[in-house]
């Protein structure tokens, strides 16, 4: 998101993201990120905060006086925390679902040869 000013409306903000600030702070679907005391639901929004707070990029562009907003990295600011629901064949070519693992820990490693 390209933007000449630091501080951005609450409407565009959503409009322009999909995250809504919410008296519990920045939120997307289910996931609410607190923000601090000074951001309520109607002001102006904090650009660098917000961006620190999604673990969002900004960065600026000195010689046109433009700021450049980055899309959530998904550091603590997920969009859901459901992985779906994957059948693969195993080793031994049986299939294997990762909902068998639910409740657990899971590290997924994927390479593709391309």
């Known amino acids: 998101m ?4 630091l501080d951005i409306d609450t409407a565009e ?3 322009r993201t999909g995250w809504s600030i919410q ?11 607190p ?3 000074g951001v309520v639901p109607s002001g102006p929004v904090s650009v660098p905060e917000l961006a620190e707070r999604l673990r969002m990029p ?7 006086g433009l700021w450049a907003l980055g ?6 600011a997920l969009t859901t925390a459901a992985a779906p629901d ?5 080793r031994q070519g049986r299939p294997f679902a990762l909902s068998s693992l639910r409740g ?6 994927a390479w593709a040869s391309w």
């Open 2 to 5: 390209i933007l000449t000013s």
């Open 71 to 76: 899309p959530e990295s998904g550091g603590r």
């Open 58 to 64: 900004l960065l600026r562009d000195e010689a046109h």
């Open 86 to 90: 994957l059948v693969l064949p195993d």
């Open 35 to 37: 923000l601090s005391d």
């Open 23 to 33: 008296p519990q702070g920045a939120c997307k679907g289910d996931v609410c990120v």
């Open 104 to 109: 657990r820990k899971v590290l997924l490693v």
């Open 13 to 15: 903000l959503e409009r």
